[in-house]
């Protein structure tokens, strides 16, 4: 079995990546977006970080986290964002209970793959490039011609402070739409 290692440096601003289980669309739903929306507030309350950075694509979630000068657990943080996720869509019974026994053994269902990613961001360009890679995901899986037409996704704050042009990576010469995450 593999060795996983994961850098923790406190105060880290960190590049995080987590897929639903099988790549299964259920971040699309507008009640299972609002339960995402819940379930991160409640862990920014318990264990506070910032939001650098934002999409939600139907299958997954990329975030660039600030954390607090002391604390380095973006695992912990990213662990109770599942967990509160699952909780909410079984109260909505939206998921199947049937799940392999291997993912019984480990305490999983079958809403979230088993781990995540995650990348320490190292400097400015670092982050300039995990910037660029959140705000044109959703293009490049084809999901929307331009990052400005992404409804989940932090592309517009970016905008409003002077980080992209309104027009960045767009095809479609469109005004922009207001987006969730400002």
């Known amino acids: 079995m593999p060795n996983y290692r994961r850098l923790y440096i406190p105060g880290s ?29 409640k862990a920014k309350k318990e264990a506070p970080f ?29 662990s109770r964002i599942k967990v509160l996720f699952t909780r909410g869509l079984r109260s909505k019974k939206t998921r199947s209970v049937n799940v392999s026994q291997s ?45 400005h037409l992404c409804s989940y996704s932090s592309f517009q704050k970016w905008v409003d402070a002077g980080r992209y042009s309104h027009n960045w990576g767009c095809q479609c010469k469109q005004p922009m739409r207001s987006t969730e995450y400002r």
């Open 13 to 41: 601003t960190v590049f995080l990546t987590w897929v639903t289980h099988q790549r299964a669309p259920i971040l699309v739903q507008p009640h299972s977006l609002n339960i995402l929306r819940k379930a991160v507030s």
């Open 50 to 78: 910032e939001i650098i950075a934002a999409a939600i694509l139907p299958d997954h979630v990329h975030f660039v986290w600030q954390l607090p000068e002391q604390d380095s657990n973006y695992s912990k943080r990213v």
């Open 103 to 147: 993912r019984r053994k480990h305490r999983e269902s079958d809403v979230w793959q088993r781990r995540f990613w995650e990348r320490t961001i190292r400097d400015e360009k670092h982050l300039v490039n995990c910037l660029d890679y959140v705000h044109y995901n959703p293009v490049k899986h084809g999901l929307v011609s331009c990052p």
